[in-house]
């Protein structure tokens, strides 16, 4: 009961956020408007360039670098899975060592699902991004969410945010109560999957927030997106997660425990 009682309030949560930054960025003019005035602070119209060039180092080092380091998380996470059906072949599971396998799983198709979900979106909502629009020295006038593209059948995949949805990927570990431990490890018992608290679920909310901040914000820098496509990132990560959760992929009471 406790545990259906915090899906409800995820879901009424997502229900009510979904709404107001539906209104807010795409039916009201406001929220757009708060848009295109933070990107207009961090463009430079005599130079005709945001603060953060879209070449070089920038894009070498706080952009593809740190895309390509988080691709080695999940695959650390299919290691574990795969080792541990490899173990459940081979010398059968405990209750423990099951658990702790059926959290890498969850953990595994959460982190995953998550980026491939949004990077689907953004190829079919087909959003213009900041340095696309004629303000900031591209050459597309904006339109919403609703309205016909004028670049049409050209594709620009900026909503909502891939980076964002990158760094938000992580908070899945929240949802399997927190990094789990090695599946390798012997003859793991009860009380043996205890996390410290820096591995926990709350603490990877705070690491999740914090490194898509730092992704998002590089993009935001570059004029590669707009604030609300972040936003709109870790709209999109939790709704896949909570759709898990109701395809038991991820367990109800992994949320609460």
């Known amino acids: 009961m406790v545990a259906k009682s915090m899906t409800q309030r995820i879901w009424l949560w997502l229900l009510v956020t979904g709404v107001l930054l539906l209104l807010l960025t795409e039916v009201f003019p406001w929220g757009h408007a708060v848009d295109m005035w933070f990107a207009q602070l961090l463009y430079d119209d005599a130079t005709g360039r945001f603060v953060l060039l879209h070449k070089g180092w920038v894009e070498k080092y706080l952009h593809n670098l740190p895309q390509n380091v988080l691709r080695i998380v999940p695959v650390y996470m299919l290691i574990q899975v795969v080792y541990g059906g490899y173990l459940k072949w081979k010398t059968g599971l405990n209750a423990v060592q099951h ?29 213009a991004c900041p340095w696309d629009l004629k303000p900031f020295g591209g050459e597309w006038t904006y339109v919403d969410l609703f309205t016909a593209r004028p670049w049409a059948p050209q594709v620009i995949k900026c ?25 390798w490890r ?36 570059q004029g590669g997106h707009f604030l609300s496509h972040h936003l709109w990132a870790l ?11 109701e395809l038991g992929v991820i367990k109800k009471r992994w949320l609460n425990d």
């Open 186 to 221: 012997k003859n793991l018992v009860v009380g043996d999957d205890r996390i410290p608290t820096w591995l926990g679920a709350k603490a990877f909310v705070w690491y999740a927030l914090f490194l898509s901040t730092a992704l998002g914000a590089v993009r935001i820098l």
């Open 99 to 127: 658990e702790v396998w059926r959290r890498w799983i969850g953990l595994l198709i959460g982190a995953v699902a998550t980026v491939v979900v949004v990077n689907v979106i953004k190829s079919q909502t087909n959003v």
């Open 235 to 245: 709209w999109w990560v939790l709704v896949v997660l909570m759709i898990l959760v």
């Open 159 to 183: 909503w909502p945010a891939g980076h964002g949805a990158a760094g938000f990927s992580i908070i899945a570990v929240a949802f399997v109560m927190g990094w789990p431990p090695t599946i």
